[in-house]
């Protein structure tokens, strides 16, 4: 028998967020318990944690967390205040969140990043005064939790029939799906409503890792004589699975426990079946394991059917011995600082050096040991010492030739492979896939050049293989995350072009500057906004509005379809500093302002943050002026007489002399101003010469004057 297991199967992101952290939440409850026992804590021994609906959709999983203490419960009337609450990864409406926290009560959100998405989406969406379509099931608690952002302003689209029967007015639509509907269905609800809706806005927020699975099991399907789809019946992702694996293979089997395959293995000879096995995004990884080592055991046994007890020892001894060279399946155990110990079914362990597992940090070793996870190994080596067997096994060799395959296949099929970043390098990136090096080069990470690659350590990215040599002594392996992008946006790009028009607004990402402006990629399409575009003011370079790399929102001011060019707008109307002068500055009006320019006709003068008014040369001074810098001066304060004012020209011009000229200084007023101060001072001598003695300061110089007579005789 040939098994083809999907490499994604079992948990997804979010379902293995939600379940780690309700295990936690039951570990870190049982050491509150046994901590509090002896001090009779009550309060703390009567907080109970509940989940707000089933978890996941795995009665085993939740059968688990119920008997860990956890309490089921489907309304928050059954849930008392101040209780621990989870809210499961398909989330929950905004209004349930706001009346859990009113009842005081601690709430643990597990609700899937992908899911808070299309939340964010549609309130967004009816924020703008748009209309919310969603493809998926009025009845799954994801959709009933989105459809809270916008309380009757959601509309759900279950079949592509149902789009077919719709009307719809003039408004602006936008589309949104659940995370685990249908890829094709979702496609063909596309393509019907781009027919029928003039303004429309597509949003696929199917979950990539559902995509993935559901193409990857579709192809599985297609090469099997029986498809095992492991899941339950509750649960819409494996019920998709199962859909698209019928439409392939008409032996498709739902497996809801790990006996159940063996009803349908039953009188069926399967060393001569290859039978394919995936698994929806709830169903945990051993119940995988323990589906497949049935089928593995059924083989084993199948021609001793007729006898009726079989131990396991017989089992043991019927499985042929380890050989150096081979790949065999074994359990992993235990693991210290240098070894990886794994049961392959002899009377001493396997170790493998646990460097191979360092390698690859999406490999949990305690999560593994807990699940009793089984793994292909190759026998290494096998000597006898006085310790006992010394078997020496290899994941990375197993790993190796396995990925190596399935990247020949991506390069020759020129399908996209999901890698991790491991290591920088002095041009680019080293990721991995299954143990298989890759290298990007940093001209090959994004669109544009890229000079910082620490921040890609770590990421996960999805790529493109571009060059793919076996031939050399070491295997020769390139990746282009640029090649998958570019075409990406050229598909982005037909959508853009075939929707465009006057006036529409797009979230863009400035990609560069130049001096007349600045280019925003508007989602696979640059734009460009000129520099008078940017700003109400007037500026010197768009660096002073905007950098590379912001997220801005524009509009199309005007497009060419013929010689793809798009001019957009960014500065908003609403945000003119000459909005509506008129009323703020009417003809006849005091002002006060600054001024900030002068030229030979005038000055202007900035009467608020952005406002400048020209007064005339002619309404500065009583008296002809040459220049205005005869009486002014920029950052001189001022006030003047608004004479006229117009929102549609943008101009306002004012007068100083109106409300106070400002007059050059002559040489007679000089005079007369030096001869004013001078009789001030003659005045001032004259009040201290006239003032009562006792007000005199003169004591000082009559000691003065007869120090300096007596001092005469001796000169």
Not at 280 to 292: F, M
Not at 474 to 496: I, M, T
Request: glycine letters at 6%; one cysteine or more.
């Amino acid at each position: 028998m040939k098994i083809i297991e999907a490499k994604s199967s079992s948990f997804c992101f979010g379902v293995r967020n939600a379940v780690n952290k309700a295990y936690d939440l039951i570990n870190e409850q049982s050491q509150v318990v046994s901590k509090n026992v002896a001090s009779d804590d009550e309060a703390t021994l009567d907080r109970k944690t509940y989940m707000l609906g089933e978890l996941i959709h795995n009665q085993t999983v939740i059968t688990e967390l119920n008997q860990g203490g956890m309490i089921t419960v489907n309304s928050i009337d059954e849930i008392p205040a101040g209780s621990r609450v989870m809210i499961r990864a398909h989330g929950v409406p905004p209004e349930i969140i706001s009346d859990l926290k009113a009842k005081d009560c601690e709430v643990v959100d597990c609700t899937c990043p992908f899911v808070t998405k299309i939340h964010k989406l549609a309130l967004e969406a009816v924020q703008k005064g748009n209309k919310v379509l969603i493809a998926g099931s009025s009845s799954h608690p994801e959709v009933i939790g989105i459809m809270g952002e916008a309380p009757g302003k959601c509309e759900v689209i279950e079949t592509p029939d149902q789009a077919k029967k719709m009307t719809f007015d003039d408004e602006k639509y936008v589309l949104l799906s659940q995370t685990t509907y249908s890829v094709k269905k979702f496609q063909e609800i596309c393509d019907i409503l781009k027919n029928k809706i003039a303004k429309f806005e597509i949003f696929d927020t199917i979950c990539i890792t559902t995509e993935n699975r559901q193409n990857e099991a579709e192809k599985i399907a297609s090469d099997v004589d029986v498809m095992l789809v492991i899941g339950s019946k509750g649960s819409s992702n494996t019920m998709k699975l199962f859909d698209v694996c019928k439409s392939r293979c008409g032996e498709t089997y739902l497996i809801e426990q790990p006996n159940d395959v063996l009803k349908v293995m039953s009188n069926r000879q399967l060393r001569d079946l290859t039978v394919g096995v995936t698994a929806g995004a709830s169903t945990p990884e051993r119940i995988i394991r323990e589906v497949i080592q049935a089928m593995t055991e059924n083989e084993v046994f199948e021609n001793q059917q007729e006898q009726v007890d079989v131990s396991f020892s017989d089992f043991i001894d019927s499985i042929p011995q380890l050989k150096r060279g081979a790949t065999v399946k074994g359990v992993i155990v235990r693991y210290d600082s240098d070894y990886v110990y794994v049961d392959v079914r002899d009377k001493s362990e396997g170790r493998i050096p646990r460097h191979e597992f360092d390698g690859d940090p999406d490999f949990d070793l305690d999560q593994a040991i807990q699940e009793h996870t089984e793994i292909d190994v190759y026998v290494r080596s096998i000597r006898n010492s006085d310790m006992g067997k010394e078997i020496l096994l290899s994941k990375a060799r197993v790993d190796f030739g396995k990925y190596k395959a399935l990247i020949e296949e991506a390069y020759q099929n020129k399908e996209p492979v999901t890698v991790k970043v491991i290591n920088t390098v002095k041009d680019g990136v080293i990721a991995t896939y299954g143990g298989v090096d890759i290298y990007i080069h940093r001209t090959q990470l994004e669109m544009s050049m890229v000079n910082d690659l620490e921040p890609y350590k770590g990421q996960t990215l999805e790529i493109m293989i571009t060059q793919y040599d076996p031939d050399k002594k070491r295997l020769r392996v390139s990746g282009s995350r640029r090649a998958l992008l570019s075409a990406l946006r050229r598909e982005k790009a037909e959508e853009v072009w075939a929707s465009i028009e006057v006036g529409k607004e797009y979230n863009g990402i400035v990609r560069s500057l130049t001096d007349f402006g600045a280019f925003v990629d508007i989602g696979g399409v640059d734009g460009l906004v000129h520099v008078s575009e940017l700003s109400w003011n007037r500026i010197r370079h768009p660096s002073e509005v905007v950098n590379v790399g912001d997220e801005i929102n524009v509009f199309v001011k005007d497009f060419d379809s013929e010689k793809k060019r798009i001019s957009l707008g960014y500065k908003r109307p609403e945000d003119d500093p000459y909005h509506d002068v008129e009323s703020r500055f009417p003809v006849g009006s005091i002002v006060r302002g600054i001024v900030v320019r002068m030229f030979p006709f005038g000055a202007f003068v900035e009467i608020a943050p952005g406002v400048d008014a020209l007064c005339h040369i002619s309404q500065i001074s009583d008296v002809r002026l040459v220049k205005p810098n005869d009486v002014l001066a920029e950052g001189m304060e001022i006030d003047a007489r608004v004479l006229e004012v117009s929102n549609e020209n943008r101009r306002i011009s004012i007068s100083i002399k109106e409300v106070e000229p400002i007059n050059p200084v002559t040489e007679m007023d000089e005079n007369a101003q030096s001869s004013e101060e001078a009789n001030e001072t003659y005045v001032s001598e004259q009040d201290q010469f006239n003032a009562p003695s006792g007000e005199l300061e003169i004591p000082q110089q009559e000691e003065e004057i007869p120090q300096q007579e007596e001092e005469q005789p001796e000169a």
